[in-house]
């Protein structure tokens, strides 16, 4: 059996509270020195990584002098401002000696929820990852409260895995995989090898966190298999510690437990588009932007709109109509309503005079576009 991420170029790596704390204190230096020597590694074969990381809480409660986790909201706050320091300090310091630089990103579940926002996110870590450098995303845990949280950082790695389309998930923790049980309470539970993303006979073995450091437990990787999956990326359980995990993976072995996506990029997210069944407004088109979208399978130009329906925000998806008011096409769209309607029937080098700046020379990109 084959590793599914030997082919993969784009790879979100998370690594959990389990692993990345020394046993709840303060932060592993020599394992994240490892991770980065590892992770250099694969950028030496071509490939794009991005880190999820916790432990911002735990550094935080070691710098403050606290010994149990705090129950008060701001003090568990406060641990996460502080301990994100130390983390960001031994990320940069990590990956300086293997020549890479790092970024910090710290996102909400509101960040990803508005469209505008998830488009920010979206360009910036790719433009990150196109100059060279290794994003750290952590939950941004000094503004969000209990409800909005996302809370693990299983989830916050499927939806970065889904916001920036990676081949491949791999989440690092303290266990070898999935197991048939939690082998902390089962001495029989054996490895599951391979599984299908989204089974549900995965979730039935899958239970709550081991440790009370970690948050999410085996079920919100199994969770987020699924979730990353839609956007056709293959997630990886494995254990941490091995010192050589990720080259092992990358050389095609399969350690862990493999979570295959049955959908390929593109048509997951088309599907997604497709989905929609409420869009936000429309653009009408004339005949020449409907022949450029319906027959040659081009991007949608403001100068082939005459006509904008409705109120929309920066990458809304919205309908494209004919000027007979057939509905085309879906699509997100680069632009406001307001911005639309300011653009439409010009040539795209004319965007950045009449806007100040440049989403894209496209209203629509093909690749954000599903005809229906
Ligand atoms: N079926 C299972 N297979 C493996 N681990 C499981 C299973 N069910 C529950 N677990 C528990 O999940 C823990 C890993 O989750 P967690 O503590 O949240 O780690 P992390 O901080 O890496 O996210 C393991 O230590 C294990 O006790
Ligand atoms: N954002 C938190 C981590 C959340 C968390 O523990 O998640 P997980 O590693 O999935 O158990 C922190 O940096 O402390």
């Not at 040659?296 to 004919?322: D, M, N, Q, W, Y």
């Given at each position: 059996m084959k590793s599914v991420i030997q082919n993969a170029q784009r790879i979100i790596i998370k690594v959990g509270s389990s692993l990345v704390t020394n046993d709840g204190r303060g932060l592993d230096h020599g394992a994240i020195a490892r991770w980065a020597a590892q992770i250099a590694g694969l950028r030496a074969l071509g490939k794009q990584v991005v880190l999820v990381s916790s432990g911002a809480i735990a550094e935080g409660m070691l710098r403050l002098g606290f010994e149990q986790r705090p129950t008060d909201i701001h003090e568990l706050q406060a641990c996460a401002a502080v301990g994100q320091m130390g983390l960001a300090q031994i990320y940069e310091t990590s990956f300086r000696a293997h020549q890479l630089g790092t970024a910090q990103v710290l996102l909400t579940h509101a960040d990803l929820a508005d469209r505008e926002r998830y488009l920010n996110a979206r360009s910036t870590l790719t433009t990150l990852l196109r100059l060279g450098v290794v994003p750290i995303i952590n939950e941004n845990?000094?503004?969000?409260?209990d409800e909005i949280?996302?809370?693990?950082n299983d989830t916050l790695g499927a939806l970065v895995a889904n916001l920036i389309e990676a081949d491949a998930l791999i989440i690092l923790t303290d266990q070898h995989g999935l197991y048939s049980a939690d082998p902390r309470k089962d001495p029989n539970a054996v490895l599951i090898q391979q599984g299908e993303a989204g089974d549900p006979a995965l979730e039935a073995m899958a239970g709550g966190?081991?440790?009370?450091?970690?948050?999410?437990?085996?079920l919100t990787k199994i969770l987020a298999a699924k979730r990353a999956a839609k956007s056709g990326a293959h997630t990886i359980i494995a254990w941490?510690?091995?010192?050589?995990v990720l080259a092992r993976l990358a050389q095609g072995e399969a350690i862990g437990t493999q979570l295959v996506a049955q959908t390929g990029h593109l048509t997951a997210r088309k599907q997604w588009m497709a989905d929609?069944?409420?869009?936000?407004g429309q653009v009408v088109l004339d005949a020449g932007a409907v022949q450029k979208l319906s027959k040659e399978g081009k991007s949608l130009l403001?100068?082939?709109?005459i006509e904008v329906k409705g109120e929309f925000g920066r990458g809304a998806v919205i309908t494209c109509v004919s000027e007979q008011g057939v509905a085309l096409a879906r699509g997100i769209c680069n632009y406001s309503s307001t911005e639309t309607r300011r653009i439409?029937?010009?040539?795209?080098?004319e965007i950045e005079a009449l806007l100040?700046?440049?989403?894209?020379?496209?209203?629509?990109?093909r690749d954000n576009l599903v005809l229906i």
């Amino acid at each position: 059996m084959k590793s599914v991420i030997q082919n993969a170029q784009r790879i979100i790596i998370k690594v959990g509270s389990s692993l990345v704390t020394n046993d709840g204190r303060g932060l592993d230096h020599g394992a994240i020195a490892r991770w980065a020597a590892q992770i250099a590694g694969l950028r030496a074969l071509g490939k794009q990584v991005v880190l999820v990381s916790s432990g911002a809480i735990a550094e935080g409660m070691l710098r403050l002098g606290f010994e149990q986790r705090p129950t008060d909201i701001h003090e568990l706050q406060a641990c996460a401002a502080v301990g994100q320091m130390g983390l960001a300090q031994i990320y940069e310091t990590s990956f300086r000696a293997h020549q890479l630089g790092t970024a910090q990103v710290l996102l909400t579940h509101a960040d990803l929820a508005d469209r505008e926002r998830y488009l920010n996110a979206r360009s910036t870590l790719t433009t990150l990852l196109r100059l060279g450098v290794v994003p750290i995303i952590n939950e941004n845990d000094t503004v969000v409260t209990d409800e909005i949280k996302f809370g693990d950082n299983d989830t916050l790695g499927a939806l970065v895995a889904n916001l920036i389309e990676a081949d491949a998930l791999i989440i690092l923790t303290d266990q070898h995989g999935l197991y048939s049980a939690d082998p902390r309470k089962d001495p029989n539970a054996v490895l599951i090898q391979q599984g299908e993303a989204g089974d549900p006979a995965l979730e039935a073995m899958a239970g709550g966190a081991g440790s009370s450091i970690g948050r999410g437990g085996m079920l919100t990787k199994i969770l987020a298999a699924k979730r990353a999956a839609k956007s056709g990326a293959h997630t990886i359980i494995a254990w941490g510690r091995d010192s050589d995990v990720l080259a092992r993976l990358a050389q095609g072995e399969a350690i862990g437990t493999q979570l295959v996506a049955q959908t390929g990029h593109l048509t997951a997210r088309k599907q997604w588009m497709a989905d929609h069944l409420h869009t936000a407004g429309q653009v009408v088109l004339d005949a020449g932007a409907v022949q450029k979208l319906s027959k040659e399978g081009k991007s949608l130009l403001p100068i082939g709109v005459i006509e904008v329906k409705g109120e929309f925000g920066r990458g809304a998806v919205i309908t494209c109509v004919s000027e007979q008011g057939v509905a085309l096409a879906r699509g997100i769209c680069n632009y406001s309503s307001t911005e639309t309607r300011r653009i439409m029937r010009k040539p795209s080098s004319e965007i950045e005079a009449l806007l100040g700046f440049v989403e894209g020379q496209e209203l629509i990109h093909r690749d954000n576009l599903v005809l229906i």
